[in-house]
Nanobody, 122 residues
Framework: QVQLVESGGGLVQAGGSLRLSCAASGSIFSINAMGWYRQTTGKQRELVATITSSGSTNYADSVKGRFTISRDNAKNTVYLQMNSLKPEDTAVYYC????????????????WGKGTLVTVST
């Protein structure tokens, strides 16, 4: 019923910038929050940044001051502006949405995109 599609990943040199986008579509009743997580081979998936529909944000300490999360509620889209990228930011970035579908508008569930690869070279 719900699809999350990420875009904007790629190869960038250290110190550069990338902007990730994620659009949610389908039979969505409401979205409580959206966010970005990342995972490197052999590591657990970790939170990067989240944002609620009201605009409250949360960031991992490692990206504070460098990354900015934003959203367009009307488009069910979340963005991640990544500046001053470091090699350690290299990972697959996954979009997440905590939302309710129209067939079950009583509680929210998590949905995930398939991920987009970000590679930061030295």
């Amino acid at each position: 019923q719900v699809q999350l599609v990420e875009s904007g990943g790629g190869l960038v040199q250290a110190g550069g910038s990338l902007r990730l986008s994620c659009a949610a579509s389908g039979s969505i009743f409401s979205i409580n929050a959206m966010g970005w997580y990342r995972q490197t081979t052999g590591k657990q998936r970790e939170l990067v940044a989240t944002i609620t529909s009201s605009g409250s944000t949360n960031y991992a300490d490692s990206v504070k001051g460098r990354f900015t999360i934003s959203r367009d509620n009307a488009k069910n889209t979340v963005y991640l502006q990544m500046n001053s990228l470091k090699p350690e930011d290299t990972a697959v970035y996954y979009c997440n949405a905590d939302l309710k579908v129209v067939t079950s508008p009583y509680y929210a569930m998590d949905y995930w995109g398939k991920g987009t690869l970000v590679t930061v070279s030295t």
